[in-house]
């Protein structure tokens, strides 16, 4: 099953080169009314700074993400500023979910990479099907982890809240025997852990 061809593009946008270029993200945003080729602009241009605020990144990042050949700056302005549009948006947030996912800026270079070189739109989409339904296996894996963890918390609150009714003169080593819990039921590893040599 192919997926729609606007997905693969987005693994083929541009991703050149460029250096920070001091003050960039400092003014107000601007839509100019033509492009560098002279052409209307129809769309809305972001400087670094403003693209960094809409996706909650710092510049830092983006200048990193350009570094990395991830990110592009759709023109320049006269003045030399990087502009951006809202397809710099899609771009930012698709790498931060990978970043999520636990992918490295070099990983998904080369994602980015394989996707590139691969013989057809379909080929190139059966790489990122196989790529994510690997990552939601290791996702849902963590879920249960997780869960699990969250039982052992839940069931270690619960244990140590009739500790708040214990004599404060209590010495610590009467916890490895003590009364005021329920028997029948065992005491959590989490608490347990502290009475193990």
């Given at each position: 099953m192919s997926?729609?061809?606007p997905m693969y593009k987005q693994f083929h946008s541009a991703a050149g080169r460029?250096?920070?270029?001091?003050?960039?993200?400092?003014?107000?945003?601007?839509?100019a009314e033509h492009d560098s080729s002279g052409r209307p602009r129809t769309s809305l241009t972001l400087r670094v700074g403003d693209l960094a605020k809409r996706t909650g990144k710092t510049v830092r990042a983006l200048h990193l993400y350009e570094e990395h050949g991830l990110l592009a700056p759709a023109e320049?302005?006269?003045?030399?500023?990087?502009?951006?549009?809202r397809s710099s948006e899609l771009r930012v947030r698709w790498i931060d979910k990978l970043q999520q996912m636990g992918f490295s800026l070099t990983d998904i270079?080369?994602?980015v990479r394989?996707?590139?070189?691969?013989?057809?739109?379909p080929h190139a989409m059966q790489r990122v099907?196989?790529?994510?339904?690997?990552?939601?296996?290791e996702t849902r894996e963590q879920l249960r982890r997780?869960?699990?963890l969250e039982t052992e918390?839940?069931?270690?609150?619960?244990y140590l809240v009739t500790c708040d009714s214990c004599d404060s003169e209590e010495l610590l080593g009467a916890c490895t025997s003590c009364a005021r819990h329920d028997c029948e039921h065992k005491t959590p590893d989490l608490v347990a852990g502290f009475r193990a040599h």
């Open positions: 997926l729609p061809l460029a250096e920070p270029s001091a003050g960039e993200g400092e003014l107000p945003p601007k839509r320049r302005s006269a003045g030399g500023y990087r502009l951006y549009n270079k080369q994602i394989d996707v590139e070189r691969s013989k057809s739109a099907q196989d790529l994510f339904r690997e990552k939601l296996d997780l869960s699990a918390l839940t069931a270690s609150l619960a």
